[in-house]
């Protein structure tokens, strides 16, 4: 667990690593424990993923994907996200508030 932080102006309160938990993506253990961290239902949280095994995570945990995919990842199947963006830019934060 790391403390809060702010990245690119907006606050994480919270944040999971993979020492915190017992199995590594695409098990979903990382995001339960980070929700279940921040104290929220998984219908309340949004997965920013960017490789299958992360969409995968997301997915089996229950919360709704975004995927957008770096250079290594472009050509890998995402098509299990609820979303797929080209870049994280395109998407605003108020559309989940």
Do not use: H, W
């Not at 994480?12 to 993979?18: N, T, W, Y």
């Not at 339960?32 to 089996?60: T, Y």
């Not at 945990?61 to 994280?88: E, F, H, M, Q």
């Amino acid at each position: 667990m790391v403390p809060d932080v702010e990245i690119g102006g907006a606050e994480v309160r919270q944040a999971e690593c993979r020492d915190d938990v017992p199995r590594a993506k695409p098990a979903p253990d990382l995001y339960l424990a980070a929700v279940a961290a921040l104290g929220v239902n998984v219908d309340e949280a949004v997965a920013l993923e960017d490789s299958p095994n992360g969409v995968a995570a997301a997915k089996a945990a229950g919360l709704y994907c975004i995927a957008s995919p770096n250079d290594i990842t472009k050509l890998l199947d995402l098509s299990a996200a609820d979303r797929i963006v080209g870049s994280l830019a395109e998407v605003r934060l108020t559309e989940f508030l």
